[in-house]
């Protein structure tokens, strides 16, 4: 017989200390308001009425990455960009989590150029990759319930001991960004 048995209905709430931080985190996620192309329209379309992310914890958009924890690339990001995007994302408090939104962020999309980063996870590490060109809010709204499910299997101790990603700005072959470990 567990104590949950025995407690009964005394009021008595019993979890794990995970579970709730965890609970915590996925119903306070602060985005940061960061959109390079017309997946930004969607994004920020899916913070209107019509599909309001408030109901997920996401009152507003965060304006500085020392206020989010939560960074969605909404479309392409160019070589010269990355660095920029990469000290964004140092600069957001542990622990923090990232969405690809729309192909572009995701693989490059149709820009398949030497100045497109094929994808965003080749400057920051992407938790959820969101497709379509662009995608709807309900796309952004699934991708960010995806995380939210993520999220709540996560260790708390998992991100002290998260693990350096960082890139060379410019290496021999045209720019490309390696993650270093």
């Known amino acids: 017989m567990g104590l949950e048995e025995k407690a009964g209905d005394l009021g008595i709430v019993t979890t794990s200390l995970e579970g709730l931080v965890n609970w915590g985190r996925t119903n306070a996620m602060w985005p940061m308001l960061f959109g390079l192309a017309c997946c930004a329209i ?12 408030s109901r997920f914890g996401m009152e507003l958009m965060r304006a500085s990455p020392r206020q989010a924890d939560l960074m969605i690339v909404a479309g392409r ?3 010269k ?21 729309g192909d572009c962020a995701s693989c490059g999309g149709v ?7 094929q994808g965003v996870d ?23 319930l995806q995380l939210h499910k993520k999220v709540r299997g996560d260790k708390i101790d998992q991100y002290s001991a998260n693990a350096e ?3 060379d ?3 021999e072959d045209r720019g490309a960004l390696k993650p270093v470990s």
């Open 165 to 167: 990603f960082r890139i």
């Open 42 to 53: 969607e994004m920020m379309s899916a913070q209107a009425s019509n599909y309001d992310m």
């Open 169 to 171: 700005h410019l290496s």
């Open 122 to 144: 080749e400057v920051v590490p992407v938790d959820v990759y969101v497709a379509g060109c662009p995608p709807r809010p309900e796309a952004l709204i699934d991708g960010i």
């Open 81 to 101: 960009m990355a660095p920029v995007v990469r000290r964004l994302y140092d600069q957001m408090p542990e622990p923090k989590w990232v969405i690809a939104m």
């Open 77 to 79: 990001v160019s070589r």
């Open 111 to 117: 820009y398949n150029n030497y100045a497109i980063v």
